[in-house]
């Protein structure tokens, strides 16, 4: 892969690459970096959110900047204060050492004579949202009319909020000579009327396909009643207790109100909508950013320029209307090289929507069933067991197990490990355990076509067979690595495998029947790194249900026995994704 000294950057931005720690560009770096070094001309850049845009147009801008001159050469637009701030914090890293070199932001929600006092002091670079930069223009504040760079960057989202008059007002206050440079997740035609109305001749370069989603998210649905919408994001939740999310609704209302519920039922949750103050949105998110809350609710606007690389899940509480917005919120989840999940819950009368964002992003959806209580339960337990076993011990206890132990006296080592694990899992057994199953009576899906095989899992309760493994995001896998490991290890086909569920130190998933024999043998006394990876059968048709090991392979309480020695020798390696926690349910008696 080409290196940046390949691409034709500066020493000093050359040092400032080495700083950050970046060793090879992004695509869209590699594509977009050398056309703006080596030509002055207009460009259409469509790429997904975390691809590396800020450094594609960032890197360019600032070595044709001329710093010792005060004069504003550079304009950047972006669609919200957040974004705004964090193309502006990754310029000054950039320009580092760059001596007189100044970058400012200009956005609403702070002090306007501030900010006109920084661009007083000279800023040949200004990065704006386009309400507050129209407002500086029309009071003579900010002088644009002898830019030589414009970059519109997230430009569908802009035209998305209703910025399309704001930026053609803008952009009719610069030079006609300037040079246009327009970075967008997608096309929309509002998005080619700016392009073809203030550019000439543009260079185009595409990552990906044109308003295609990113391949790194694995796409899911889940047809529930209308009713059953806020159980089914519960158990959602309860299915991935790793979980680090963004929840969509449509509207300020609903998204104040499923926030609530969250936290009412004693998850790590917040709201994050226009009618909350700059001061409410920052400490919002401030705590996300934290993971000090796990589940943020928002509306599509408020989430405009939400950047935060890990986030685990994106949940679709509802399906926005434009197929675009559907693009940026699955982009939210498999960042910078990671994976993720975009979950999607439907009602049956919008199966038809899932058809129509599949042609669009050119990717399937997986028809998936809700979790049932019991399946949630086996996830949930083997969840407990591994955080008992990871926990690191305080050394203050030893005061007090001298008497701990006169108390727990007689009890033998197996009744004192169900005893802890019942301690916190029989309240939460108790409220799934006659819980109704959430699932439609048909999950077809699409109705009138047939799915493949890697859709088909979530049905095919019959021929399908559920696997528990143990490894997972500790062991650095994800769903995607984790697929193909099995696929590779098995000698199977990529749609043999199915509904791969990695939780933290675990993971989950599906074959057909006919590859049990042989999964089963392969997986008997199978090594890793000198570590024993076991597969094991789940008797939960489906996935669900209660956990059971698969005693016709023999051994019985023994064999387990043996396996949970062998378990106790082993270490895990790799690093836990999250690190955030959820508090323990008030009613429900969720860990």
């Not at 970046?22 to 002055?40: G, H, R, T, W």
């Not at 890197?59 to 705004?84: H, N, V």
């Amino acid at each position: 892969m080409t290196k940046f000294e390949a691409l034709g950057l500066e020493q000093s931005l050359l040092d400032a690459v080495t700083d950050l720690g970046f060793e090879n560009p992004s695509e869209v770096q590699e594509k977009a970096i050398p056309i703006l070094l080596e030509n002055e001309t207009d460009l259409v850049a469509l790429a997904q959110t975390g691809t590396g845009k800020t450094a594609a147009f960032g890197f360019p801008l600032i070595q044709k900047i001329d710093s010792s001159s005060r004069t504003t050469q550079g304009l950047i637009l972006s669609p919200t204060r957040e974004l705004c701030l964090q193309i502006t914090n990754e310029l000054k890293l950039y320009s580092k050492y760059i001596k007189g070199l100044n970058t400012v932001a200009i956005y609403g929600g702070a002090s306007i004579s501030e900010q006109a006092k920084q661009i007083k002091r000279g800023a040949q670079i200004v990065v704006a949202t386009p309400g507050r930069m129209k407002d500086m223009i029309g009071r003579g504040i900010v002088d644009i009319s002898k830019i030589d760079y414009c970059i519109l960057d997230e430009a569908d989202e802009m035209l998305n909020m209703g910025f399309y008059e704001d930026i053609k007002d803008i952009l009719s206050n610069t030079p006609d000579e300037k040079f246009t440079w327009l970075f967008s997740a997608t096309m929309p035609k509002e998005v080619a009327t700016i392009a073809k109305k203030f550019m000439h001749h543009p260079k185009e370069i595409t990552v990906g396909d044109k308003n295609a989603g990113a391949t790194t998210v694995q796409h899911e649905y889940y047809v529930v009643g209308g009713r059953d919408r806020y159980p089914t994001l519960k158990r959602l939740a309860d299915t991935n207790p790793d979980i680090f999310s963004v929840v969509f609704c449509r509207t300020k209302r609903d998204t104040q109100k499923v926030a609530e519920k969250l936290i009412e039922d004693g998850y790590n949750a917040g709201a994050l909508h226009g009618d909350l103050s700059q001061n409410q949105r920052d400490l919002v998110m401030n705590a996300f950013r934290k993971k000090q809350i796990q589940m943020l609710v928002a509306t599509d606007v408020a989430a405009r320029g939400i950047d935060v690389d890990d986030i685990t899940h994106v949940i679709n509480y509802q399906l926005p209307d434009e197929i675009e917005t559907y693009t940026h919120r699955s982009g939210r989840t498999g960042r910078a090289g990671k994976s993720g999940i975009s979950m999607v819950i439907v009602t049956r009368s919008e199966l038809r929507k899932i058809k129509s964002i599949e042609g669009k992003i050119k990717q399937k959806f997986i028809a998936k069933k809700i979790p049932t209580g019991m399946e949630i339960c086996e996830i949930q337990l083997y969840h407990l067991a591994s955080k008992i076993r990871d926990t690191q011990i305080n050394e203050e206890v030893a005061n007090y197990l001298p008497a701990i132990n006169d108390v727990l006296q007689g009890i033998d080592r197996d009744e004192l490990i169900k005893k802890i694990i019942s301690v916190e899992f029989s309240r939460f057994y108790n409220y799934y355990n006659k819980a109704k199953d959430l699932n439609t009576v048909d999950t077809d899906g699409h109705g009138e076509r047939k799915r493949s095989k890697g859709e088909r899992g979530e049905a095919s309760s019959n021929g399908s067979v559920r696997y528990f493994i143990n490894v997972g995001e500790k062991d650095d896998y994800d769903w995607m690595s984790l697929k193909d490991f099995l696929k590779d290890t098995l000698s199977l086909g990529r749609d043999d495998v199915y509904r791969v569920d990695v939780k933290d130190s675990f993971s989950f998933f599906n074959t057909d029947a006919e590859h049990t024999e042989l999964i089963l043998q392969t997986f008997s006394d199978f090594k890793v790194d000198g570590r024993f990876v076991n597969v094991e059968v789940s008797k939960n048709p489906g996935g669900s249900g209660r956990s059971g090991r698969d005693r016709s392979r023999g051994g019985g309480k023994d064999r387990d026995r043996s396996r949970g020695k062998r378990r106790d020798r082993k270490s895990s390696h790799g690093k836990s994704s999250h690190s955030g926690k959820r508090r323990s349910k008030k009613r429900d008696g969720f860990f």
